[in-house]
């Protein structure tokens, strides 16, 4: 395999992930996860998103998570709006980047945002306006990129149509969302292969859902085609509210355990990020699907039983 010596992980739990718990999650519980995962030295975190409170009422108290957390230096502070009116408030939050929303297929758009791809074109140009101002750069991402759980293939010559109207807004780079784990390893090496050549100056991250346990190999498939920015939910929280059949992102300890195990830096220190896993199951009362949490990392040895350490003289 050719995979590069570093990637890139946003952690995404906080919002892609406590935006379908059904249980409001007090602010100041939020904002611990944020500053433990700022511990853990995550080099990204999307801590929250400024959406119609209504519509994601988890969400609501976006501006106090904000206020309230604490700023690693070297981390970057990342929040989600789907409009301009959103970006208003993640500027004067204090947002270090603005991350957008936009879906491939005009169904799951609609469902998601309410406007069609073209209204939310309109919309992201004046978020652009408005980032730009603010000297904040924006992330476009694109839901739906590889499936649509209501019209099902996205083609790939809309995906690279959609590509081309974001990059012309200016932006620093696109996340390609798997919103509802449809794509396989072979679809994200050719959908990667076929787009970043065409705007090389972009940052491209890939944004997984493991609904269908193919995240970790669509990760390293993209890898393998040169991406190193990878979004990632603590102890594998996370689904969109607007997909039927969403479930959550790629598990970052489970993620971060298989890149530390291969010999890829991260920058992130895996027994605190595994801490925050636990401290989250705790706050959301359940368990999480990430798997190190339960094994212990790749490394872990056991006592050889007496019977076996009799025999081996020990
Ligand atoms: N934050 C807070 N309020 C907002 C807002 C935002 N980002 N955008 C719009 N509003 C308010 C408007 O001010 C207006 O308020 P009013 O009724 O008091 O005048 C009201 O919402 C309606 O505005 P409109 O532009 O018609 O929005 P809408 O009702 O069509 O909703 C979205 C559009 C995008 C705001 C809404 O669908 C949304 O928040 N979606 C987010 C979905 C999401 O988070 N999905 C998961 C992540 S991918
Ligand atoms: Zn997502």
Same mark, same amino acid.
């Given at each position: 395999?050719?995979?590069?010596?570093?990637?890139?992980?946003?952690?995404?739990?906080?919002?892609?992930?406590?935006?379908?718990?059904?249980?409001?999650?007090?602010?100041?519980?939020?904002?611990?996860?944020?500053?433990?995962?700022?511990?853990?030295?995550?080099?990204?975190?999307?801590?929250?998103?400024?959406?119609?409170?209504?519509?994601?009422?988890?969400?609501?108290?976006?501006?106090?998570?904000?206020?309230?957390?604490?700023?690693?230096?070297?981390?970057?502070?990342?929040?989600?709006?789907?409009?301009?009116?959103?970006?208003?408030?993640?500027?004067?939050?204090?947002?270090?980047?603005?991350?957008?929303?936009?879906?491939?297929?005009?169904? +799951?758009?609609?469902?998601?945002?309410?406007? $069609?791809?073209?209204?939310?074109?309109?919309?992201?140009?004046?978020?652009?306006?408005?980032?730009?101002?603010?000297?904040?750069?924006?992330?476009?991402?694109?839901?739906?990129?590889?499936?649509?759980?209501?019209?099902?293939?996205?083609?790939?010559?809309?995906?690279?149509?959609?590509?081309?109207?974001?990059?012309?807004?200016?932006?620093?780079?696109?996340?390609?969302?798997?919103?509802?784990?449809?794509?396989?390893?072979?679809?994200?090496?050719? $959908?990667?292969?076929?787009?970043?050549?065409?705007?090389?100056?972009?940052?491209?991250?890939? +944004?997984? +859902?493991?609904?269908?346990?193919?995240?970790?190999?669509?990760?390293?498939?993209?890898?393998?085609?040169?991406?190193?920015?990878?979004?990632?939910?603590?102890?594998?929280?996370?689904?969109?509210?607007?997909?039927?059949?969403?479930?959550?992102?790629?598990? $970052?300890?489970?993620?971060? +355990?298989?890149?530390?195990?291969?010999?890829?830096?991260?920058?992130?220190?895996?027994?605190?990020?595994?801490?925050?896993?636990?401290?989250?199951?705790?706050?959301?009362?359940?368990?999480?699907?990430?798997?190190?949490?339960?094994?212990?990392?790749?490394?872990?040895?056991?006592?050889?039983?007496?019977?076996?350490?009799?025999?081996?003289?020990?």
């Amino acid at each position: 395999m050719k995979l590069p010596p570093r990637v890139t992980i946003c952690e995404v739990g906080t919002r892609d992930g406590f935006q379908i718990e059904p249980e409001f999650i007090p602010t100041e519980l939020k904002i611990e996860v944020v500053d433990r995962l700022s511990d853990a030295g995550l080099p990204a975190i999307e801590v929250t998103s400024f959406v119609h409170p209504k519509v994601v009422p988890q969400m609501r108290d976006a501006e106090a998570v904000m206020a309230g957390i604490r700023r690693r230096p070297g981390t970057v502070y990342t929040a989600l709006v789907p409009n301009d009116k959103g970006a208003v408030r993640a500027v004067d939050a204090g947002a270090d980047e603005l991350r957008t929303v936009i879906s491939a297929s005009e169904s +799951h758009n609609l469902a998601n945002v309410n406007m $069609t791809v073209e209204e939310s074109l309109t919309r992201l140009a004046a978020v652009a306006e408005v980032a730009g101002r603010a000297g904040v750069p924006v992330v476009a991402g694109i839901s739906t990129s590889f499936g649509c759980p209501f019209e099902g293939t996205v083609p790939l010559d809309r995906l690279d149509w959609l590509c081309g109207r974001l990059a012309a807004l200016g932006v620093r780079g696109l996340g390609l969302a798997d919103t509802t784990g449809m794509a396989n390893p072979a679809q994200v090496a050719r $959908t990667f292969a076929a787009l970043q050549p065409k705007w090389p100056g972009l940052e491209w991250t890939l +944004h997984t +859902h493991d609904t269908r346990a193919m995240a970790i190999p669509n990760i390293l498939a993209a890898m393998e085609g040169g991406v190193t920015h990878f979004d990632a939910s603590i102890g594998g929280l996370g689904g969109c509210p607007f997909a039927p059949g969403a479930s959550g992102n790629v598990c $970052t300890e489970d993620l971060v +355990h298989c890149l530390h195990a291969m010999g890829i830096e991260t920058g992130i220190d895996l027994d605190r990020l595994i801490d925050t896993a636990r401290r989250v199951q705790a706050i959301v009362g359940r368990a999480l699907p990430g798997q190190v949490i339960k094994a212990g990392p790749w490394d872990r040895r056991y006592p050889l039983p007496d019977s076996v350490a009799a025999r081996r003289g020990g």
